[in-house]
């Protein structure tokens, strides 16, 4: 009788997980359904069409816009993780007691303000005669997420034993080859959820762009906001429902690449905190 | 029985001189002297904190002696990078490396070596034999058992086939019933290979069931080093003594060819020249050498009162008080002859004894 009652369905349960999800994802379906509509209109859907993707890809500005924030992730995804990662085994060597404030410090950037962050960086590119470009919004972008990927791959570095750089000098690494040889590969998996984060963080952010960005051409996000002060468009909708596709894309990489190493916890567990095992 | 091998005829594997390692103004090792004959099975014994571990990874090239000398078979290693050395170590974690099989792992150290790839998969093969992991080789150490993994650890360093194998307490890890297994396992291995090893443990029962020789380590310096039969029958040291097994210690002044405990007790140690008259002497009796029943004429006897006893399946344990403030553990076997009722209970008066020779004197 016990196993029976608790196998019936918790009514209250389920229904709060419906009204949680549809919170959640009403707006983003909105976006997407009205990618669709025929009519220009933002609240009555007339009929299905592809014109705002039509418009999209004849609107030269806004394409311009999409290459430029993919050249800014990626170049900036790469530059932390090699920043990243040397200062995550840098820090994973020091012990002392200044050492250890040296690693608490670098962890600032997850908690400041973005807002801080981006007036920081317009002050500091102005003030040593930086034009403002392309290069500026990298240079932040990188500052940035590179604290991120620090702590993705102390965490990781952390669940390997101390030992294994040991092992590798002891059977006839040089220090250098150990870290290259063992130590990286080891951290392959928490190397690409961090890289994947990074790039999804930076490719849509919009603080750190907005007071970075030069004139032309201007990062998606900031793009995007301009064009909305003249009147919403819904090739907005096209686009954010592009974005939206890549991310799920993204995302589901990030879930499943590490799993592909056989490894134990994908590097996602090591930012949501869990083990779907 | 094996015989303690006598001094070794030829290079040692490994001398150690002088060998000291200072830590934060504390000297963890203290100007260490040893020397491991080629072949043997050498286990460094000791509490932690004694410094076993950092001699080890002084040997392996890991930490930096602050002074003295290691040789690797007569040669001068102690400015050698770990790599360089001809020295290999199973750590305590094992340390597999998760990104590589277990062919990956143990051939790791041959292909850093630069030999042609059929050889490695040759040598690996027939080392994966040796350590029953043959059906193994292609599962990554993430999907192996704990006693599997101590043996692809144990297959990655032997691989290489070093001068000397350096063991740091490799089966701390494993259950009681696994670790039993892997001492027989690991013992059979190293005479089949016929490398040194020098094997660095706080459990005595491993040390003196693995070693040809054992030497107990405390506070940096060797207390003891020995065959496993001499360190247990014959410890010089209340340290020695202590450590291993269970003993009884009992001190007191020398006096006539006597150490006198108390006013009514003086055991004699006939042989012994190296106290004076009024010295402190300690002395200790193993509880397995004295006898509650069947004493003989030549056994050194006293009177007691059973104080506790505790029953142990093989064996039973009595507390027996001879005089005051000295009570002596004794370890009796639960023979087949002997009756449940024929044990003894508390308060009951028993006279017990051993012979002369087992009484040893400490220093």
């Not at chain 1, 130590?183 to 990074?198: D, E, F, M, R, Y």
């Not at chain 2, 930490?63 to 001809?86: A, F, K, M, N, Y």
Request: hydrophobic share 45%; with cysteine; charged share 20%.
């Amino acid at each position: 009788m016990a196993t029976r009652r608790l196998e019936r369905k918790p009514a209250l349960a389920v229904a709060m997980t419906a009204v949680f999800f549809a919170w959640l994802y009403l707006p983003i379906l909105a976006v997407a359904l009205f990618s669709f509509n025929d009519k220009k209109s933002l609240s009555a859907f007339s009929g299905f069409s592809l014109r705002w993707y039509d418009d999209l890809v004849h609107n030269s500005a806004l394409l311009d816009s999409l290459i430029a924030s993919l050249k800014i992730a990626t170049v900036s995804t790469v530059g932390s993780l090699v920043f990243g990662t040397m200062l995550a085994l840098g820090l994973e060597r020091v012990t002392s007691r200044r050492g250890r404030v040296i690693g608490a410090v670098t962890l600032l950037p997850l908690v400041t303000p973005e807002i801080v962050t981006g007036v920081a960086a317009l002050l500091l590119f102005t003030g040593i005669g930086l034009k403002l470009s392309m290069t500026t919004v990298i240079l932040a972008e990188i500052t940035f997420s590179i604290a991120y990927v620090t702590v993705i791959v102390r965490g990781r570095l952390a669940g390997i034993a101390g030992e294994v750089e040991e092992a590798a000098r002891d059977l006839g690494c040089t220090p250098f080859q150990a870290v290259r040889l063992v130590t990286l590969p080891t951290l392959l998996p928490a190397l690409i959820g961090a890289g994947l984060l990074v790039f999804a963080l930076v490719f849509d952010d919009f603080v750190l762009a907005f007071f970075t960005t030069g004139v032309d051409p201007q990062p998606l996000p900031v793009r995007v906001y301009s064009s909305i002060r003249f009147g919403v468009s819904p090739a907005i909708n096209a686009i954010g429902t592009l974005m939206l596709l890549a991310s799920a894309l993204l995302i589901v990489a990030a879930l499943w690449v590490p799993r592909l190493f056989h490894r134990g916890t994908s590097s996602l567990d090591l930012i949501t905190g869990g083990d779907p095992r | 029985m094996s015989t303690p091998p006598s001094p070794p005829p030829s290079t040692p594997s490994v001398s150690l001189r002088g060998l000291t390692k200072d830590f934060a103004g504390a000297t963890v090792v203290d100007h260490l002297d040893l020397d491991i004959a080629s072949g043997e099975f050498f286990s460094l014994l000791g509490p932690s904190g004694c410094g076993k571990t950092t001699t080890l990874r002084m040997i392996a090239g890991f930490s930096d002696p602050t002074s003295g000398t290691i040789l690797v078979d007569g040669e001068d290693v102690t400015g050698t990078p770990p790599h360089q050395r001809d020295v290999n170590t199973v750590f305590q974690s094992y340390a597999l490396f998760e990104h590589l099989d277990v062919r990956g792992n143990v051939g790791f150290g041959l292909r850093r070596k630069g030999i042609d790839r059929r050889t490695i998969d040759d040598r690996v093969g027939r080392m994966l034999e040796l350590v029953e992991l043959g059906d193994r080789a292609r599962e990554k150490p993430a999907r192996l058992s704990g006693g599997q993994r101590q043996r692809v650890a144990l297959a990655r360093a032997l691989i290489n086939e070093p001068q000397v194998l350096l063991l740091d307490e490799p089966l701390a890890a494993l259950d009681l019933k696994l670790r039993h297994a892997m001492q027989a396992e690991l013992k059979a291995i190293q005479r089949e290979v016929g490398i040194t090893f020098l094997f660095v443990t706080h459990d005595q029962d491993e040390a003196l069931s693995m070693s040809d020789r054992v030497a107990i380590m405390n506070n940096g310096v060797i207390e003891q080093c020995g065959a496993p039969e001499d360190v247990y029958e014959r410890p010089t040291s209340v340290f020695a003594a202590g450590f291993i097994g269970t003993s009884n210690l009992i001190s007191g002044t020398w006096s006539r060819g006597c150490v006198c405990v108390a006013e009514s007790l003086a055991i004699p140690v006939p042989g012994h020249q190296d106290s004076a008259e009024g010295d402190a002497v300690s002395l200790t009796v193993r509880p397995e050498k004295i006898w509650l029943s069947d004493l003989t004429p030549q056994m050194f006897r006293v009177p007691g009162t059973i104080v506790a006893t505790s029953y142990h399946g093989a064996t039973t344990q009595y507390v027996v008080a001879i005089a005051d403030g000295l009570s002596l553990t004794v370890l009796e076997q639960n023979l087949p002859r002997m009756r449940a009722d024929d044990r003894w209970q508390a308060g009951d008066r028993v006279e017990l004894g051993w012979l002369p020779e087992h009484t040893v004197v400490l220093r």
